[in-house]
């Protein structure tokens, strides 16, 4: 059970990252924030003191929210290369679900781009993770023998990273309705190109596969 | 030969893309820009009526940037593959260029992704025109029997456009110094699939050689 006063936490950082993935999280002002809460400002402020630390909350529930959608169903697939292809596919459908936020990941890279600071390391941590997540999956499949020995496990996520990026920015910038299909046949040509012989033909989850 | 108001007005336009390049372009106000300047704000706003004139301004003067740095150059490379291959590569110089801007068309694709209107419009018309050039150009390249006869030339530029949007991503968020070498990779394993067996050896323009 949570009390009120974490419940109303919450419901700020909620409302916050709904804001945040629309105007951006420079933009946040505590201003906006109170009147789409119908709270005052200063009601705000009490709980969280800057917005610096309004921002790091809202980066953290991503973080938990991102975890919860795309890591845990992700690693939860058989090991190892049906794996990799689930935390794949759960990123991609994260990117494209009908909230419309998007990867918050994505979106932020860009605002931080050329800022330093402690938003960004928070940010750069978050997205770190997740990357190390998946080169580590990468290693065990090439270890396991399904990926060729003569792979690059950084590379190889270097490509899923860019086919991810274009699949948010086609969906929901240039918005064709093929984006889905893009990403799931340069995925299926990335991954066919670098399979061992030895290992069975690809695993396409069945969410991905009537996508299609 | 220009006149003194044409040539402030194009200052104002310089200085206000470098500015919408680090803050958004959303975040561009008249007054920071007088204050850049060292102009009186109602100086900027008798020159352009409103913000959304001159954020239209600063989308057409990228435009002529990106033409200049990216598209001439790519086309004036010899006929057919060559000349995708060079645009691409001008693309990538541009995107990790000292200025540091990165690619204006990348940063408010994310930025207007969830909006409407005319900036949106503006954008997605300059960056139309640039994916219209490339799959225009792998179409060639097919027909010329430089790529395979079955390859899918807006499928090829969807790619392309993901390690570049990757190339940005990296060089700029990450800020990991392999960024340009995993793209290079990248782009070379995308094309040596693609590649008729009658077709030579993929070139690679000097600079890129260079910088491997």
Not at 59 to 88: D, H, T, W
Not at 147 to 158: N, P
Request: overall charge positive; glycine content about 6%.
């Amino acid at each position: 059970m949570f009390r009120k006063g974490e419940l109303t936490q919450r419901a700020i950082v909620d409302q916050a990252l709904y804001l945040a993935c629309r105007v951006g999280l420079e933009a946040l002002s505590f201003g906006s924030l109170a009147k789409q809460m119908q709270m005052s400002k200063s009601g705000i402020f009490s709980r969280f003191n800057s917005a610096q630390a309004l921002q790091i909350e809202v980066i953290r529930e991503y973080r938990r929210r991102f975890e919860k959608q795309v890591f845990y169903p992700g690693i939860a697939a058989p090991s190892v290369l049906p794996r990799l292809l689930a935390m794949f596919f759960h990123w991609t459908r994260h990117v494209t679900d009908s909230s419309g936020n998007g990867c918050f990941y994505i979106s932020c890279a860009i605002e931080y781009a050329s800022r330093s600071g402690a938003i960004r390391d928070e940010l750069l941590a978050g997205a770190a993770a997740w990357r190390e997540a998946l080169v580590t999956c990468a290693q065990s499949a090439i270890k396991a023998g399904h990926l060729h020995c003569d792979s690059d496990a950084e590379q190889i996520v270097h490509e899923m990273y860019g086919l991810v990026l274009a699949l948010h920015h086609n969906a929901r910038f240039v918005r064709d309705p093929h984006s889905d299909m893009r990403a799931v046949h340069a995925f299926r040509r990335l991954i066919d190109g670098l399979q061992a012989a030895s290992y069975e033909s690809i695993y396409i989850p069945p969410y991905i596969a009537c996508r299609r």
